[in-house]
């Protein structure tokens, strides 16, 4: 069963910046790809930004140039620096993770909120 702990969320104003961490831990698999999603009020759970263990990335367009991944596969963490923050981007974040054989993994969630 692997565990994944998610922390940075906040509140931040607009045009502010948040860096939030996600580490998968008792993992016994590796960890093929990791990812976040977000969940709006109301609203479906979407993708942000994904990225295999290679490091190929797939951002959704309504944050490229302004998120950007990153992932440290010896500690099997993930980390998503977002910067140009808007009232838009305010969800609740999920890291999610894939096993190379196939098994899906979701953190607690953390809740981003930008002010206007």
């Known amino acids: 069963q692997v565990q994944l702990v998610e922390s940075g969320g906040g509140l931040v104003q607009a045009g502010g910046s948040l860096r939030l961490s996600c580490t998968a831990s008792r993992s016994s698999f590796v960890i093929a790809a990791m990812g976040w999603y977000r969940q709006a009020p109301g609203k479906q759970r979407e993708l942000v930004v994904h990225i295999t263990r290679a490091g190929q990335t797939n951002y959704a367009d309504s944050v490229k140039g302004r998120f950007t991944i990153s992932r440290d596969n010896s500690k099997n963490t993930v980390y998503l620096q977002m910067s140009g923050l808007k009232p838009e981007d305010t969800a609740v974040y999920y890291c999610?993770?894939?096993?190379?054989?196939?098994?899906?993994?979701w953190g607690q969630g953390t809740q981003v909120t930008v002010s206007s």
């Open positions: 999610r993770a894939d096993s190379d054989r196939g098994l899906v993994y």
